[in-house]
């Protein structure tokens, strides 16, 4: 009896170090899952100055969210007019810079006032740090910030810039190359960044970064795109299905409901509601929903929380909820500012920062209630378009140029 006791302790406190384990890890863009869901429960809501633990000046400028994995956390940044693209590491009690590399030097490629040079957010796996800069190429680094490889995705012609982040499945980082002159999704290996699998994509304008998704057959990487949803085969990058019915450039990520998947466009439109596990073209017949979106850009990605879908568009910020099964729009309100961040979801409610750095707490629902609005003390010339990060009961909230630390 003793021993089953000791046993079943041990187990519960190997569940609970798991648990808090996998909490306090942010690895990629929108998170664990790449949904911007967090299973965090404490924290804050309302903040103000006096809440700030620590900040930090950054090198340079840069638009990547901050991914955390233990005591570190992983940006990007530019300087130079984006001449040189800098990886750092910053220590995750403190905010003090461990270590930061100049990832590429060379002569930028165009693109928008608003996009700048280091917008995509790195992925980790605890061992491996990815970050990708378009022309800048793709680079890998440990975690003591050595560089272990680098690659040359091509040239990313276009006039908006690139903002498509990286994921790491098994031993492949697979990253979406959209541009206007070339555009593919590539598989390369995690260890050397030699390509694995290289698939053809329609020439667009693209930022949507890849969701993983597993079916019982496979796993699927989903991409958004200018005329609708893609899927590959996550390990050979074979082409599985197209979901088509919008059209918009599509910036926002898709998302998970259930056994459903949510798309975006990007422009007024049509959000899409599809199943993974399909193949070939699945029109609106095949599809779950589609659901009009009218009025305004779409920057930011959708999150669900709960059996509401929240989507917030760019200018004006209007906050819209939906019933994620139905695709039927439930309640919306007018938020101030203009909104490039994704929200991220924690205890049921949304997090999102517009522009100026007011970070809006969302409770979804028949009428979405603005539970807070939260602001810091900022310099004029700060703008905030990375989403906001939670760790470890606190939030990261980044500027172009300061990550800020923000307790209870």
Not at 185 to 211: A, N, Y
Not at 230 to 259: C, I, M
Not at 271 to 284: C, F, H, N, S
């Amino acid at each position: 009896m003793c021993s089953l006791h000791r046993f079943l302790t041990l187990g519960a406190s190997l569940l609970l170090l798991s648990v808090s384990h996998a909490e306090s890890n942010w690895p990629r863009w929108r998170g664990p899952a790449g949904t911007g869901v967090s299973s965090a429960t404490d924290l804050p809501v309302q903040w103000d100055n006096s809440n700030v633990r620590w900040k930090t000046e950054l090198i340079g400028q840069g638009q990547s969210s901050p991914v955390v994995w233990g005591d570190q956390i992983f940006l990007t940044a530019a300087t130079e007019g984006g001449r040189n693209r800098v990886v750092m590491c910053l220590d995750r009690e403190s905010g003090k810079l461990l270590w930061h590399d100049v990832a590429w030097t060379g002569e930028p490629e165009k693109t928008n006032g608003m996009n700048q040079y280091a917008s995509a957010t790195c992925a980790t796996d605890g061992k491996h740090v990815v970050a990708f800069f378009g022309r800048g190429g793709i680079h890998c680094y440990d975690f003591d910030g050595e560089k272990l490889w680098s690659r040359d995705l091509g040239k990313f012609e276009g006039p908006w810039g690139t903002a498509s982040s990286p994921i790491i499945y098994e031993d492949l980082v697979i990253q979406n190359c959209d541009a206007e002159d070339k555009a593919s999704i590539v598989g390369l290996d995690k260890q050397t960044g030699k390509t694995v699998w290289e698939t053809p994509r329609e020439k667009h304008r693209g930022w949507s970064s890849p969701l993983l998704v597993e079916t019982p057959q496979r796993t699927e990487v989903v991409i958004n795109g200018d005329q609708g949803v893609n899927s590959y085969e996550a390990k050979t990058g074979e082409e599985l299905w197209f979901a088509g019915g919008h059209q918009g450039r599509g910036t926002p990520t898709v998302t998970k409901f259930k056994d459903i998947l949510i798309a975006v466009g990007g422009r007024s439109g049509n959000m899409l509601a599809m199943k993974p596990g399909g193949t070939g073209t699945i029109d609106e017949a095949g599809q779950v929903w589609q659901t009009a979106r009218k009025g305004g850009r779409d920057l930011p990605s959708p999150v669900v929380i709960g059996q509401y879908l929240v989507v917030v568009s760019h200018r004006p910020g209007v906050a819209t909820s939906y019933d994620a099964a139905t695709g039927k729009e439930l309640g919306k309100t007018r938020l101030e500012g203009k909104f490039s961040a994704s929200p991220i979801a924690a205890n049921g409610l949304a997090y999102i920062p517009n522009e100026s750095g007011d970070v809006f707490v969302l409770r979804p629902g028949e009428n979405l209630e603005v539970v807070a609005k939260n602001q810091l003390d900022i310099a004029d010339e700060e703008t905030f378009r990375a989403c906001v990060t939670p760790s470890q009961g606190e939030l990261l909230i980044r500027s172009q140029r300061v990550l800020y630390c923000v307790g209870k």
